[in-house]
């Protein structure tokens, strides 16, 4: 888990298995001073685990990010849309605003993403600086525009 | 001897004339298995020995002067009489007749009547002899189950099959001929061969045919001209035979534009499949087999068994063959599912190292650039001007190899259209040019609009790079109608190309220029190339160094689909 976690007040909780990807991504939310409490997280089930906690039966283990998970779909171990699932399947997490951000335009993944639910599904531009500035968008609606679920 | 004796005495007591013709010649008559009677013109029996008798009534003592109808069972009188009312007329008759012995068992006989003359010529009585016939000596019922049999296996043979003289005049067809040329039978029977063929394949079809009755078989591919001005690929094979020592061509012809599409589907996995042609000689291999084992079953009619067992093997192999081209088809599927695979990981992991070197480039460039001199800050510009070209060249690599199984849809398109959207488009992102498009009116074209779409933008945008060292440029669009029976071009003014290179103008990422000169990845006209061959069409090219270009193209027509 990143340095940055804080588990008092999490705004933004990026689940991205490229550290390149993730690095940039971060950047680019620096860059614009859109906020510090943010999480990166490796893989589904790290991001399972971050989320309801090891102890199924204790509600309070939790974390919940307050404005948006931005999820990458080709993750090791528990794939994106496993995870996409359980976040839309659990009282806990259901209301969490969900954005797909993918290098993946497959009809197939589009289609599963919104089958459950998903609020937003993004293909990361291939060109970096279209890239950086698409997430640059992303994190000044979610952050700024974007009016969040309450409690 | 004595027991023959006690016979002959026990039917000298039954059925002989009374004016015996000598012992021997009865005894001879007795003791044969042939079916032997003699009755006098009123029908009455004479003489019938016992191989005969087999058809009497047991229960009638007494045969001699008899009429026949009242010793045989009603049926085999049915049978008998019309060929008795011939003998007395002096016909001789023969043939195969089944008739019924008492207790109703039916049995098939070859029968042979004679008449019998008196001195004077006139007919007074006859004679007939009868073998029973085995079970598969049974000719002629036989050769009506055969008939019915192959009407039925030549009928359900996929494609089209026919029989014809050294006249041209149709002897046998199956009923898929009639169907697929909307004839009737009557109006087949009449047709000759060549009434099949437009024009152009008239001559080629009647060469053909020449060489079947000279050298004895063809193979050879030809429009099918239907009754309703259609034109239908088809793949004809054709052999001699001879049938009661005349020479009759047999033929059969496969449709092969639903073949054809396979065959562009096939390419579509380019190197992977072979080209469709080892199905197509496979194809070849069952239709010859097929005429090959019709060719027997005609010499050898006699082989009814046989005949039917050919026929049964045909239509196995044909089965044989449906099975092979679903295995083909289900291969090919699991190729494309491969390639589709190929291309998505290609896309996943190949872009996202891309995006992390140009994107820490710039975060250096962003972050360090005071302390960067301007070597250090237009080497990593290079870092980044490479990762982008590295991108395009995975992009047009992968809409290269997308192309290859991409199904293609078959519209009229208006090219001069076309050509006029395309180059609007693309000028707006030139508006620093001074470009005039001459674009004169062509033939619709026929092809998938996406496909043909992307072979006018990759022309139009070369035309436009090409021509950026001109003050005005000068593109050019139009057809020839007198070359290569009907060509599209695209022409311009540019900076042309030796022409000694011209064979590498559409290989992938063969560039005959600088990507200082002119940018570009080497995949755009090898796409053009690929489009075109997957319609059916050519593409060539003609320039200059510095006197410009010029790119032609052809498509089959829609009535060539």
């Known amino acids: 888990m990143s340095e940055l976690f ?4 999490i705004d933004i909780l990026i689940i991205e298995d490229d550290p390149n990807d993730a690095k940039l991504i971060m950047r680019v939310f620096k860059k614009h001073n859109l906020t510090n409490n943010l999480v990166h997280l490796k893989d589904g089930a790290e991001a399972l685990e971050f989320l309801f906690g090891n102890d199924a039966a204790n509600d309070s283990v939790g974390n919940k990010p307050n404005r948006v998970i931005l999820l990458d779909l080709k993750l090791p171990k528990i794939d994106g849309i496993e995870v996409l699932q359980r976040v839309r399947s659990d009282e806990r997490t259901r209301n969490i605003p969900v954005v797909i951000l993918t290098s993946s335009s497959e009809e197939r993944d589009i289609k599963a993403a919104y089958a459950l639910g998903v609020n937003s599904y993004v293909t990361k531009p291939i060109r970096f600086d279209e890239f950086a500035s698409v997430v640059a968008k992303l994190g000044l609606y979610w952050m700024l525009i974007n009016k969040p679920p309450l409690g | 001897m004595a027991e023959s004796t006690v016979l002959q005495q026990d039917r000298a007591s039954a059925c002989h004339a009374p004016d015996d013709r000598g012992h021997l ?5 007795e003791a044969s298995p042939v079916m032997m009677l003699l009755a006098d013109s009123n029908c009455a029996c004479q003489l019938a020995n016992p191989a005969f008798e087999q058809l009497f009534d047991p229960a009638k003592k007494e045969f001699y002067g008899k009429h026949l109808r009242d010793l045989v069972e009603n049926e085999t009188w049915q049978v008998m009489q019309p060929s008795i009312e011939r003998v007395l007329l002096g016909d001789t008759v023969s043939g195969e007749q089944q008739y019924v012995l008492p207790g109703y068992n039916h049995q098939w006989y070859r029968t042979y009547y004679a008449p019998v003359r008196d001195e004077a010529g006139q007919v007074v009585g006859f004679v007939e002899q009868a073998i029973p016939l085995e079970q598969e000596q ?118 092969m534009s639903g073949r054809k599409e396979a065959e562009d589907t096939q390419r579509a996995t380019l190197n992977i499949l072979q080209d469709f042609d080892n199905e197509r000689q496979y194809l070849q291999l069952v239709h010859k087999a097929t005429l090959n084992l019709l060719e027997d079953v005609h010499e050898d009619r006699l082989q009814l068994n046989m005949t039917q067992r050919a026929l049964l093997n045909m239509l196995e192999d044909i089965e044989l063959e449906r099975v092979k081209a679903e295995q083909a088809n289900a291969l090919l599927e699991s190729v494309n599912r491969e390639l589709e695979a190929f291309s998505y990981s290609v896309s996943h992991d190949l872009r996202a190292p891309l995006r992390a070197i140009s994107g820490f480039a710039q975060a250096v460039i962003e972050d360090y650039s005071p302390r960067l001199d301007e070597n250090g800050k237009e080497m990593l510009d290079l870092v980044q001007q490479n990762a982008a070209r590295m991108g395009r060249l995975i992009d047009d690599l992968l809409a290269f190899s997308r192309l290859n199984h991409q199904s293609m849809s078959h519209h009229s398109i208006n090219l001069q259209e076309l050509v006029k959207t395309v180059f609007h488009e693309l000028y707006a992102q030139a508006t620093e040019r001074k470009i005039k498009l001459t674009n004169h009116p062509v033939p619709p074209a026929w092809g998938d609009p996406a496909m043909i779409r992307q072979v006018m933008v990759n022309l139009i945008s070369n035309a436009i790079k090409f021509t950026r060292q001109r003050e005005v440029a000068h593109i050019e669009f139009g057809y020839l109608r007198n070359l290569e029976g009907g060509a599209y071009f695209m022409r311009d003014d540019g900076a042309g190309f030796d022409m000694q290179y011209a064979n590498k103008l559409f290989g992938v990422f063969q560039r005959l ?49």
């Open chain 1, 6 to 9: 804080n588990d008092a007040n």
């Open chain 2, 25 to 29: 010649a009865q005894s001879m008559v």
């Open chain 2, 138 to 255: 049974r000719f002629e019922e036989n050769m009506r189950r055969e008939k019915t049999f192959s009407d039925m296996a030549i009928n359900s043979m996929p494609g089209i099959f026919y029989l014809f003289d050294q006249q041209g005049k149709f002897l046998r067809w199956n009923q898929n001929l009639e169907v697929v040329s909307g004839y009737s039978s009557s109006e087949i029977a009449t047709m000759s061969p060549l009434d099949f063929f437009g024009i152009q394949d008239k001559e080629p079809i009647a060469n053909a045919i020449r060489t079947v009755f000279t050298e004895g078989q063809v193979r050879i591919e030809a429009k099918f001209l239907t009754r309703d001005g259609r034109k239908i690929p088809y793949n004809f094979l054709a052999m001699r035979m001879i049938v009661d020592g005349k020479p009759i061509l047999i033929g059969s012809g496969i449709d």
């Open chain 2, 513 to 561: 220029h600088s990507t200082i000169e002119f940018e570009g990845t080497g995949v755009g006209l090898a796409l053009v190339q690929r489009i075109i061959t997957r319609h059916g069409g050519r593409v060539w090219a003609e320039g200059h160094p510095d006197q410009g270009a010029t790119f032609y193209f052809t498509l089959p027509r829609r009535e060539d689909q």
